[in-house]
C-alpha cells in the first residue's frame, strides 16, 4: 500500500500474539508473519476445527481468510483462502473481505463450522474437510434428575454408538456406559462427563466437558405477598433465561413483569391489576440455573386485599415572603423531596431549593425566587409534580396543590412591594402586604397631606394602591407614610418611596 511520501509498504502483516502474566499486565509470546494482509480492518475468532478439545485461531484480513493452529513452535497455518502473490492483484470478488466471523455448529453435525463473507456481498460457509476429522459428538442436555440421577442427551446422528466418559472432581476421566442419543447414569457425586463417537470402529475426538451436580428438584419454600407482586422462593436458584411467558396465572400468562431476586432464588410476579383471593399459579418447563426441572408443576395462592395507600400533601404554611413548609401524610423519600424540579410555582417564581427536615421527615421547606408568599393579596399556589414516600407511596393527583395566600394575624410584618417603585421598570401600582383580614389604610404625602384611602375586607393579606390620589390623578414621586390600622391592633405606619 502507498504511504505518503510514495513509497509503497510491503504487502504483509505481522500478528503477535500475547499472553497475561498479572492485573493489567501482558508480555509477547510469539509473532507470525502473514503475507498479503494489507487492509486495515478484520476479525479474530476462536474454533475447535479438528475436534481435539483445543481452539484454533480464524484470521479474518481482507483479502485473506487464516485458520491458525499452535504448536509448541508457534502458531502454524492450517488453512489459507484469498490471493496468493502480492503483485498484480486483481479485483477479485471471491476474496474474503469479511469483519466478522460466525462461528457454531450449523447443521448439528458434531463439527465446527464458520462463516465469512466474500467481495461479490455473499456469504460462505468454511466446514473441516470430509475424512479430515470425526464428527464430535455434540451435547443437548446434561442435568441433574434429582439427587440419585444424572440426565444426559446428546446429537450425533451418524456415529454407530457414544461412549459416555466421566471424571469426579480430582479424578480422570473413565468410559462408564454408552447409547445411542441419551442416557440415565446413577449417581450421588458431581462429575464431568464427556461424550466420544464412533464411526465403523473408529473413535472421534472427545467433546466438550459438561458438570452435573445430582440435587433434589427445587420446590417452593415460601411465598410473599405485596400490593403489585407476589415474591416465590425455591430451594434453588432458577434459569436466569427463565421468561415471563412460562408462568401462568389461572392457565393464562398475564404477568406484567417477572424478576429473579435473592441470587436468583426469588421469582417476583408482577400483576397489575393484582387479584385478590385463590389464584393458581402454573409454570412450563420451569428449571432451575443447572437445567433441574423444578419438582411442583403448580403452587395455590391465597392473595390477600390491600389498601392502596396513597400520599397527600396535608398541610402548607408561608414562613415569610420567600420560604413555605409543605407537609405531607407520610415520610418522604429524599430524592423526590429534595429535588426542586418537583415543585411548580404559579402564576410567577421558581424553586430554587428543598430540604427535607430531620425531624420532620414528612415535611419539606423550600425556598422560592420571583414571587413573594403568604399575606401579600396575590393568588399563589406551589404544585407538587412528582413526590414519594419512604414506603414506596405515590402521591396521589387529588392532594398536590399548596395555596400559600391568606391573611396575617397581626400588623407586625407589613411592608410595601414593590419598595422602592421605579415607574420605568414597573407596572403602575404597589401592593400593601402582610394585612390581617380587615384593615384601613390611609396614605399621606410628605407634606403630611391625605392622598388616599384603601381598605382591605377579602382576606388575601394585600391591598393593591394604584398610585393616584382620591381625585384619580397620578402621584408624584416622592416618599409616602402609610397608615395601616385593624381592630383592637396598634396601628403601624411604613413608607412607600415612588420614583418617577
Avoid at 466420544?196 to 405477598?225: C, I, K, M, N
Avoid at 404559579?346 to 427536615?357: C, I, K
Avoid at 404625602?445 to 384611602?453: I, Y
Wanted: aromatic residues 8%; without cysteine.
Amino acid at each position: 500500500s502507498k504511504r505518503l511520501d510514495n513509497e509503497y509498504e510491503p504487502a504483509y502483516g505481522v500478528m503477535s500474539h500475547w499472553r497475561n502474566t498479572g492485573d493489567d499486565q501482558f508480555e509477547r509470546v510469539s509473532e507470525l508473519v502473514l503475507s498479503n494482509i494489507v487492509a486495515n480492518q478484520g476479525t479474530l475468532a476462536a474454533i475447535d476445527t479438528d475436534g481435539d478439545g483445543a481452539d484454533e485461531l480464524i484470521v479474518s484480513h481482507a483479502p485473506d481468510l487464516y485458520v491458525l493452529r499452535w504448536t509448541p513452535a508457534g502458531w502454524v497455518i492450517d488453512y489459507h483462502d484469498g490471493y496468493t502473490t502480492p503483485a498484480g492483484r486483481p479485483n477479485d470478488v471471491s476474496a474474503p473481505v469479511s469483519i466478522n466471523v460466525a462461528v457454531t455448529d450449523f447443521d448439528r453435525s458434531g463439527r465446527a463450522e464458520f462463516i465469512a463473507s466474500n467481495a461479490d456481498g455473499q456469504m460462505r460457509r468454511y466446514v473441516p474437510a470430509e475424512g479430515a476429522v470425526l464428527p464430535v459428538a455434540g451435547w443437548a442436555e446434561a442435568f441433574a434428575l434429582d439427587a440419585e440421577t444424572v440426565h444426559l442427551t446428546w446429537r450425533a446422528p451418524d456415529a454407530d454408538s457414544v461412549v459416555v466418559w466421566r471424571a469426579e472432581p480430582g479424578t480422570d476421566f473413565d468410559p462408564v456406559a454408552s447409547g445411542q442419543d441419551s442416557l440415565i447414569y446413577v449417581t450421588n457425586a458431581p462429575a464431568r462427563y464427556r461424550l466420544q463417537a464412533w464411526y465403523t470402529g473408529e473413535a472421534a475426538p472427545l467433546s466438550e466437558a459438561r458438570f452435573v451436580r445430582p440435587h433434589a428438584p427445587a420446590v417452593v419454600t415460601d411465598v410473599e405477598y405485596a400490593p403489585d407482586a407476589v415474591r416465590v422462593t425455591f430451594s434453588e436458584p432458577l434459569d436466569p433465561a427463565t421468561q415471563p411467558g412460562q408462568i401462568l396465572i389461572d392457565g393464562v400468562a398475564a404477568l406484567d413483569a417477572l424478576l429473579l431476586g435473592d441470587a436468583g432464588r426469588t421469582l417476583i410476579l408482577g400483576l397489575d391489576p393484582m387479584p385478590v383471593g385463590a389464584v393458581s399459579v402454573n409454570w412450563i418447563n420451569l428449571r432451575d440455573a443447572e437445567g433441574t426441572p423444578v419438582g411442583q408443576a403448580n403452587i395455590a395462592l391465597d392473595i390477600p386485599s390491600f389498601a392502596q395507600p396513597t400520599l397527600v400533601l396535608v398541610s402548607w404554611t408561608a414562613l415569610d415572603a420567600r420560604t413555605a413548609e409543605l407537609t405531607f401524610s407520610d415520610a418522604l423519600a429524599p430524592e423526590t423531596a429534595e429535588d426542586p424540579s418537583n415543585y411548580r410555582v404559579e402564576p410567577l417564581g421558581t424553586v430554587v431549593s428543598a430540604q427535607r427536615l430531620s425531624d420532620r421527615p414528612e415535611t419539606v421547606r423550600l425556598e422560592v425566587n420571583g414571587q413573594a408568599l403568604g399575606a401579600t393579596g396575590l393568588q399563589t399556589t406551589i404544585i407538587v409534580e412528582r413526590m414519594r414516600s419512604v414506603a414506596g407511596t405515590s402521591l396521589s393527583p387529588e392532594g398536590r396543590v399548596a395555596t400559600l395566600s391568606g391573611f396575617a394575624e397581626t400588623l407586625d410584618d407589613v411592608y410595601i412591594f414593590p419598595n422602592p417603585f421605579e415607574a420605568v421598570r414597573h407596572e403602575s401600582r404597589v401592593v400593601i402586604a402582610g394585612l390581617p383580614r380587615e384593615a384601613s389604610i390611609r396614605i399621606f404625602s410628605p407634606a403630611g397631606v391625605l392622598v388616599n384611602t384603601l381598605d382591605e375586607r377579602d382576606g388575601d393579606g394585600g391591598a393593591p394602591w394604584d398610585l393616584r390620589d382620591t381625585s384619580g390623578q397620578a402621584v408624584p414621586s416622592g416618599i409616602y407614610l402609610v397608615h395601616i390600622e385593624s381592630g383592637d391592633l396598634d396601628p403601624v405606619i411604613v413608607k412607600a418611596v415612588i420614583v418617577r
